[in-house]
């Protein structure tokens, strides 16, 4: 009787201690994921504050590839948009009326059948939106490809003078082209980047193939008071139609809340004319 006493007794005692011992492992278990899991947010918010320090701020605007390129392995995609506005007319570096054109411009067609001596139709306004959509990816720590196709609307407003002389207005008309420019693809390369992300550099070589439209047209009124339907000038096409090499340099820095920035673009055409025998200039 006495050892079944004892027997039970120690069973019970066994019973009160292993869910007790069972509880504090439990309780342990927990509190390790909860601390891994704080370790590992308090890792990533260490992460983004280092990948902040490395871009500048304020965002210096308009430099190519600066929040583009990702780290090695890595893709980026996003998109861009620009928008551009001209109003007036200038003559060297003189602001010109629309009557001092049409009187004294010369017309570079004059002598063909029905061309005047001087230009009768003359812009008034212009406008362009892009939206570049664009995707990098990272080779190696140095180089990214990049490939971006640039959505175009253009704008410009025309004024039309009656006959083969004189500033008498017929009003203006409004021309417009729209669609997919030239497609950019090629590699950015990352030069330079001092210890801090205070000075930082980079190189772009990119091709530009000729997937722009050249031969959009719209209706124009002629200085007859008609509407004519007709190719439209150069600067309203959506494309180059010839390959080009765009390079440039970037250059960046900042410190602490201050950032700034320069760059250097030029587009060069590789090819001597397009399709309807014209050369778009180098631009730098």
């Known amino acids: 009787m006495k050892c079944r006493v004892t027997l039970l007794s120690t069973s019970l005692a066994l019973a009160c201690i292993i869910p007790s011992y069972a509880l504090a492992v439990g309780d342990d278990q927990d509190s390790s994921s909860t601390l891994e899991q704080r370790r590992a947010l308090s890792n990533r918010i260490k992460q983004l504050r280092a990948l902040r320090k490395k871009l500048p701020i304020p965002v210096p605007s308009g430099l190519f590839g600066i929040y583009a390129f990702p780290e090695k392995g890595q893709g980026v995609a996003g998109i861009n948009y620009q928008h551009h506005e001209f109003d007036g007319l200038i003559q060297g570096s003189k602001s010109v009326s629309a009557e001092t054109v049409v009187t004294s411009a010369p017309n570079r067609f004059f002598g063909n059948p029905m061309q005047p001596p001087t230009l009768?139709?003359?812009?008034?306004?212009?406008?362009?939106?892009?939206?570049?959509?664009?995707?990098?990816?990272?080779i190696n720590d140095h180089f990214a490809l990049v490939a971006l196709a640039p959505l175009i609307r253009k704008e410009t407003v025309l004024e039309t003078f009656s006959g083969g002389g004189g500033i008498n207005s017929l009003g203006t008309n409004t021309v417009t082209t729209k669609g997919l420019g030239d497609i950019k693809f090629g590699t950015i390369f990352k030069a330079y980047n001092s210890d801090d992300y205070g000075h930082n550099m980079l190189f772009d070589a990119v091709l530009s193939a000729p997937t722009g439209s050249i031969t959009e047209e719209d209706y124009n009124l002629t200085p007859m008071n008609t509407k004519v339907k007709t190719r439209l000038a150069y600067g309203m096409q959506l494309g180059s139609g010839t390959w080009d090499a765009?390079?440039?340099?970037?250059?960046?820095?900042?410190?602490?809340?201050?950032?700034?920035?320069?760059?250097?673009?030029?587009?060069?055409?590789?090819e001597s004319e397009n399709q309807v025998s014209l050369r778009s200039r180098d631009v730098f």
């Open 246 to 270: 765009v390079v440039g340099v970037v250059y960046w820095g900042k410190q602490k809340q201050w950032g700034w920035g320069a760059q250097y673009l030029a587009t060069i055409p590789l």
């Open 120 to 138: 009768r139709v003359v812009p008034e306004s212009a406008r362009a939106d892009v939206i570049f959509p664009f995707a990098n990816f990272a």
